[in-house]
Nanobody, 115 residues
Framework: QVELVESGGGLVQAGGFLRLSCEAS????????MGWYRQAPGKQRELVAA???????NYADSVKGRFTIFRDNAEKTVYLQMNSLKPEDTAVYYC???WGPGNYWGQGTQVTVSS
């Protein structure tokens, strides 16, 4: 079992920035594909960004050029740098860890962007 602890959410004005962090409890963190997902009220959970064990990244079209995902394997932490935030980015953001049969989720952190 892997525990994921997210932090960094909050309330920010449109155009502002936030950095989310997700620390994992596993010693083999470097093997995991890590992802950030979000779920807005009344909508399905969607992938925001992901980074593989090799460092390859992919992003949702809606956040390309504004968000950056990166990882620090020594700290067992994945980050999501969110710039130029928009009201439509408002959601609960979840961290995900995926490797083999293991698929783990954090508890979520609220991001609210005011207009």
């Amino acid at each position: 079992q892997v525990e994921l602890v997210e932090s960094g959410g909050g309330l920010v004005q449109a155009g502002g920035f936030l950095r989310l962090s997700c620390e994992a409890s596993t010693s083999i963190f470097s093997r995991y594909r890590m992802g950030w997902y979000r779920q807005a009220p009344g909508k399905q959970r969607e992938l925001v960004a992901a980074i593989t064990s090799g460092g390859s990244t992919n992003y949702a079209d809606s956040v390309k050029g504004r968000f950056t995902i990166f990882r620090d394997n020594a700290e067992k932490t994945v980050y999501l740098q969110m710039n130029s935030l928009k009201p439509e980015d408002t959601a609960v953001y979840y961290c995900n860890a995926l490797w083999g049969p293991g698929n783990y989720w954090g508890q979520g952190t609220q991001v609210t962007v005011s207009s």
